[in-house]
């Protein structure tokens, strides 16, 4: 019995003092990330306009997300966003699958060529943005000066003026700065796969094309759908590569639904509706997540051993 009590009382002791370190941390994400979301949601409910304080702050329940889901730009923010995404990440998962098998082979040279291949993703977003700005220039850009060159076009075009042109700038350069994300993310799973697969698919008579079709991409899905998850939810929230580059324009057709509600809340100055369209983006986003998590174990209870 004296034995029982001695282990209860040092199992007590041991979970105090785990709480005591645990306690800290979760103080820490209640402090940074539920109390801002819960403070988001309570603004939310209310008519909380700066350009007119005298209205106070009155209490409307979901009167805010009812305009939200009957404002057309609200909508149009939301396809730009879509378009943005879809046509960003496929280029990304395309582009970064291919430099991913290039960087898993085995030359001299590997570590400074992947080190190499990183410096796009190391450049901050804005100083990205600003690079890209200025190579779609339409008078000194050099993307311009190479499209005449070869032929293609007899004038400057001017991108930023035309709603698809304007478009260009923008995936290319979220391609350009986070395929090496992409791709530094598949290649830890190329470098997973267990190289006796490959040489067994070669006994059997099996070529590059259809090792890579049957050996690569079934042991590669986990990876893919990794970075598919990372890419996509980041590509959902994107705001200063639009902000730097276009600001939305021309007019609203390049507008993402983070620009439009940064606009909403400190443009506008309307606090209430912006802070609805936050927690609208936020349930998307965590739909999303949800969604992709999901299918993410279900391909991890599936992969073959």
Do not use: C
Not at 41 to 48: C, I, N, Q, R
């Amino acid at each position: 019995m004296r034995g029982d009590k001695r282990f209860v009382g040092a199992e007590s002791r041991e979970a105090r003092l785990a709480w005591a370190f645990v306690l800290p941390a979760l103080g820490t994400i209640l402090l940074i990330a539920l109390f801002p979301l819960a403070w988001t949601v309570w603004e939310s409910l209310h008519v909380h306009d700066l350009r007119m304080p005298w209205r106070g702050q009155p209490f409307v329940w979901l009167a805010n997300y009812a305009e939200v889901l009957t404002d057309g730009r609200f909508w149009g923010a939301m396809l730009h966003t879509a378009i943005f995404t879809v046509g960003s990440v496929t280029l990304e998962l395309v582009l970064g699958l291919v430099l991913a098998l290039a960087l898993n082979r085995a030359y001299r040279g590997r570590g400074l060529v992947r080190a190499a291949v990183l410096v796009p993703w190391a450049i901050p977003t804005v100083v990205a943005a600003l690079l890209w700005r200025f190579m779609f220039d339409a008078q000194a850009g050099i993307a311009n000066a190479v499209l005449m060159d070869i032929g293609i076009m007899d004038r400057p075009f001017v991108w930023f003026i035309h709603s698809a042109g304007a478009w260009v700038p923008i995936i290319l350069a979220d391609v350009w700065k986070m395929t090496p994300f992409v791709a530094l993310l598949l290649l830890a799973g190329l470098q997973n796969i267990d190289t006796s697969l490959y040489e067994a698919a070669r006994i059997d008579g099996a070529g590059p094309w259809r090792q890579f079709l049957h050996v690569t991409l079934p042991l590669l899905k986990p990876a893919i759908l990794v970075a598919l998850i990372f890419r996509t939810l980041d590509a959902f929230r994107v705001f200063d590569l639009v902000f730097v580059l276009t600001g939305g324009g021309p007019g609203t057709s390049t507008e993402p639904i983070a620009l439009y509600t940064f606009n909403a809340l400190l443009q506008n100055l309307r606090f209430g509706y912006g802070s609805a369209l936050g927690v609208v983006v936020f349930v998307v986003t965590f739909a999303l997540a949800m969604l992709y998590i999901r299918a993410l174990g279900v391909e991890l209870t599936q992969a073959p051993e």
